[in-house]
């Protein structure tokens, strides 16, 4: 989530709104089962002449089978099929390569119609009507390259037509869209979807015929053998820089030259979004008084524009400290309007990028490390309450997790009891929080799913939410709006049971005692093994930081000394946090004045005062290990 700050100076704290009075927590009314989405697959597939494995898996690389209500995406696509329809005015805010297939691609659900003879409206609201709309245009791109159809034919005979269903602007986007639906054919695939269906693929490992491409009447794209980017080769990124550059009064951006690793350890990934359309947030990249970060992401087919070297420090994450030591991905999109613009496409490359960086830089490829910056700390109490929570509560964790092959913890090997370390997992689809003031103030969000459960004071369902002083330093309660993380426990994240009563678990959090309802039937948390800190003995209360500076005898003659604050939480005696990582680096990237290749004057102060990450309340925080105890879980 972006916003211009004085550089590199705090961030102001801003407020959040006033707590709702009178707020149901329950989920939305029950709605009509929806007729037999998988029994709609079949039907469909044998209609029009399309292998069923293949439908299925192209519906579940564009939606995952889900049909969003019959909202449509921020391409105009609608249902499981994600049949497009954009008005002219919309395709106008259209600019470069996807201009290229708008005339035709993006206008599929016209197309079904005409295939099929239903009316455009079944198409977008009804899901069968929508799968046949998407079985008949596959089956048209299958014909007019000369291919055969029919339910029988070998699925391996449609490569081409599965790129074509991408909509894609080139042929790089159109074969990494294919690739995505053969890799999900040889995996197979069963959920059940928004709707409530259960859906089963089978796995069918193929060998697809991808000559098929060059028969695609589309521009070849970027070739990353001449490109200048750190990326996969199967995303085509982009190289668009970010200015390092003056503009006057001794001031400069939007970026630190650095040689990273060697100038500080690459330790996050930090998932934003952008909180603007891709073509302005491109724009503001490039202007040198503004901030920059590492990636951009395109929300209607995951396109990658690379803005600054992994090796150098880009400003994104309101945190010097974590600057330091990441990687910043913007994701086109708007915290409170979720999953409009969070498409499957986007989740998919989002995932291709970020395992490629964590392999490449020897990331872990967890939730400690792959980051939302909503779990970025505040660096001093007064900069806490202004931090961001982007990319917000309706980021699928689990999906993207899964994508990047390290899913979250979901195990029942173990006993969830005091002294446990549980990891949040409250599903995704299904889990409907009511969350307030999306659209406007003090009203109810669009009902969708939410990556978090509401964490409270005690164990009861009309307990009030728990408070964080941090973001409501007059000791209010937190609240359902939906920029106030204070009373939620996201999908990945990790706490330490403290007690157990019946279907309630109670963790510590921001110090203090937080509930949730965890029944064995379906639990919301599962206990796993892991460190934990706890305060040293006779300590009866330990500070927690928002970043790991060195201690001032680490900082040479002519280097300031960075205080080491505390933040206003602290950890009290019997409490337990889980460890998020023991190897971090105590550090200060000194670097306040322009300089050339290579920055001669930017200097990384190493420190010995050791500090552990661990898991604190909805972010992370850091702890000095001279305070703490480090040990098994219970």
């Not at 490109?227 to 995303?235: F, G, K, N």
């Not at 951006?253 to 330790?267: C, E, Q, V």
């Not at 395109?298 to 994450?317: C, E, I, L, N, T």
């Not at 913890?409 to 999306?438: D, E, R």
Request: glycine share 10%; proline share 8%; hydrophobic share 40%.
């Amino acid at each position: 989530m972006l916003r211009r700050p004085k550089i590199l100076a705090a961030l102001a704290a801003v407020a959040l709104p006033a707590a709702l009075v009178g707020v149901s927590l329950g989920g939305p009314p029950a709605q009509a089962a929806p007729p037999d989405a998988a029994s709609a697959f079949s039907q469909a597939a044998a209609k029009y002449g399309v292998p069923e494995s293949v439908l299925l898996a192209v519906s579940y690389a564009e939606s995952r089978w889900d049909d969003h209500a019959g909202a449509p995406s921020t391409t105009g696509g609608y249902g499981p099929m994600h049949l497009t329809a954009l008005g002219d005015s919309e395709v106008e805010d259209l600019s470069g390569k996807q201009k290229v297939a708008t005339a035709e691609s993006l206008q599929t659900l016209q197309k079904a119609s005409d295939l099929t003879g239903i009316d455009e409206s079944a198409l977008r609201k009804d899901v069968t009507a929508n799968i046949n709309g998407g079985a008949a245009v596959l089956a048209s791109y299958q014909k007019s390259l000369g291919l055969p159809v029919g339910a029988e034919t070998s699925p391996a005979q449609w490569y081409g037509a599965v790129a074509s269903y991408a909509e894609a602007p080139d042929k790089v986007g159109a074969g990494g869209f294919a690739d995505d639906v053969y890799s999900i054919l040889a995996k197979g695939a069963a959920r059940t979807t928004n709707t409530g269906q259960q859906i089963v693929m089978p796995a069918l490992a193929v060998t697809p015929d991808k000559s098929q491409l060059s028969k695609l009447s589309l521009p070849a794209g970027v070739q990353p053998s001449t490109s200048d980017v750190e990326c996969p080769p199967t995303l085509g990124c982009e190289w668009l820089p970010a200015p390092y550059s003056e503009f006057g009064d001794g001031d400069y951006g939007n970026h630190d030259l650095a040689n990273r690793p060697k100038t500080g350890k690459i330790d996050y990934i930090i998932i934003h979004d952008t909180e603007g359309t891709w073509q302005g947030v491109l724009n503001l990249v490039q202007d040198p008084t503004y901030v920059s970060w590492q990636y951009t992401m395109r929300s209607s087919d995951g396109h990658v524009w690379q803005h600054v070297k992994a090796k150098d420090v880009a400003w994104h994450a309101g945190n010097w400290y974590v600057n330091m030591h990441s990687i910043g991905i913007e994701h086109e999109g708007f915290a409170a309007q979720g999953a409009t613009w969070y498409t499957e496409s986007l989740y998919r490359n989002s995932a291709k990028l970020v395992r490629y960086l964590a392999v490449k830089n020897n990331i872990p490829l967890d939730r400690a490390h792959i980051i939302g910056h909503d779990q970025v700390p505040g660096t001093v109490p007064s900069t806490v309450r202004g931090m961001h929570w982007d990319p917000g509560p309706y980021w699928d964790w689990e999906h993207y997790m899964d994508l990047i092959g390290a899913p979250i913890w979901g195990k029942s090997v173990l006993p969830v009891k005091p002294g446990s370390i549980v990891t949040i997992k409250p599903g995704f689809a299904g889990n409907v929080q009511v969350v307030n003031s999306c659209d406007t103030p003090g009203t109810p969000c669009k009902p969708q799913a939410t990556n978090f459960i509401y964490l409270r004071q005690a164990a009861n369902d009309n307990a009030p939410l728990v408070k964080d002083l941090g973001l409501h330093p007059d000791g209010s309660n937190g609240t359902t709006e939906v920029s106030d993380m204070g009373s939620r426990a996201a999908a990945g994240s990790e706490y330490v049971v403290a007690q157990r009563d019946g279907d309630w678990v109670a963790v510590w959090y921001l110090g203090a005692l937080a509930w949730f309802k965890s029944p064995a039937s379906a639990p919301d948390a599962f206990a796993k093994p892991g460190l934990v800190v706890k305060p040293k003995a006779g300590l009866t209360s330990v500070p927690v930081y928002g970043r790991a500076y060195p201690e001032q005898s680490a900082y040479p003659a002519g280097i300031p000394y960075q205080t080491v604050t505390p933040l206003q939480y602290s950890i009290g005696e019997g409490q337990a946090y889980p460890v998020g990582d023991l190897n971090i680096e105590t550090d200060y990237y000194r670097a306040v004045t322009f300089a050339g290749e290579p920055p001669a004057d930017h200097v990384q102060v190493l420190g010995k005062d050791k500090y552990y990450q661990i898991w604190f309340g909805h972010r992370m925080a850091y702890v000095r290990a001279a305070d703490v105890d480090v040990r098994p879980a219970v």
